[in-house]
């Protein structure tokens, strides 16, 4: 199995706080990725990283920002939480060639 | 975007019986997966298969990338096998897998 660990795996919080989510990876991959799933939109691309420093946008980009100090760890960061944000939460690893994903456990949060 | 349809989108098995899920994607692609989802959350790979067949115990998956689809064939299916199934592929364009609506199996004793 690939070394990926999320945490927290569960957090409950209210709207308007930040929520920080950690994802850490033992592989040494150069691709780092976080996804939402939500029911009747599967997963959807949140932000990626190729690099350390180095991020950008996906599909569903608002209302989030991340950060990549080291090539371990990939911090998803939700400003000002909403319900909207409620969700589970994956991240993803690939190495050079972005060739196969792996993820991570999950996070699951819930917004009240 | 790219569109990945899966069908069928439920389905229900008796143990031991054999069943195929098939994955259409709308363009080329560089990477085309297999998840199974559990019922406890957790994405397992099953399959990267881009192009080719691959099998993996009671588990095999085709893709013909020049006709735009994948398979997924389950063999004597066990209870263990119930969850989703998720296809995701990603064009030569594009950072992000993009994935399938998936197919709910469950398998009955």
């Known amino acids: 199995d690939a070394g990926i660990t999320q945490s927290p795996r569960h957090k409950v919080t209210e709207t308007g706080t930040p929520v920080t989510l950690r994802c850490h990876q033992t592989?040494?991959?150069?691709?780092m990725y976080w996804y939402r799933q939500d029911p009747g939109h599967g997963l959807r691309l949140i932000h990626y990283?190729?690099?350390?420093?180095?991020?950008d946008k996906g599909e569903v980009s608002d209302g989030y920002s991340v950060s990549r100090s080291k090539t371990e760890d990939f911090l998803l960061t939700l400003e000002s939480a909403t319900s909207s944000q409620t969700s589970v939460y994956f991240c993803?690893?690939?190495?050079?060639?972005?060739?196969?994903?792996?993820f991570g456990p999950g996070t699951r949060l819930t917004v009240l | 975007g790219i569109q990945v349809e899966q069908s069928p989108p439920d389905l229900i098995l008796q143990e031991g019986a054999n069943s195929t899920l098939r994955c259409n994607f709308s363009?080329?692609?560089?990477?085309l997966q297999w998840f199974h989802q559990n019922p406890w959350g957790q994405l397992i790979n099953l399959f990267y298969?881009?192009?080719g067949t691959k099998q993996n115990g009671r588990l095999s998956a085709t893709t013909v990338a020049t006709e735009r689809y994948s398979l997924l064939y389950i063999s004597s299916s066990q209870t263990t096998d119930s969850g989703v199934y998720f296809c995701?592929?990603?064009?030569?364009?594009?950072?992000?897998?993009?994935f399938g609506a998936g197919t709910t199996v469950t398998v009955r004793a």
């Open positions: 990283s190729y690099g350390v420093k180095d991020t």
């Open positions: 995701a592929v990603r064009p030569s364009n594009d950072y992000k897998l993009s």
């Open positions: 363009d080329s692609v560089n990477n």
């Open positions: 298969i881009p192009s």
């Open positions: 993803a690893i690939s190495g050079q060639s972005m060739d196969e994903q792996f």
């Open positions: 592989e040494n991959h150069r691709y």
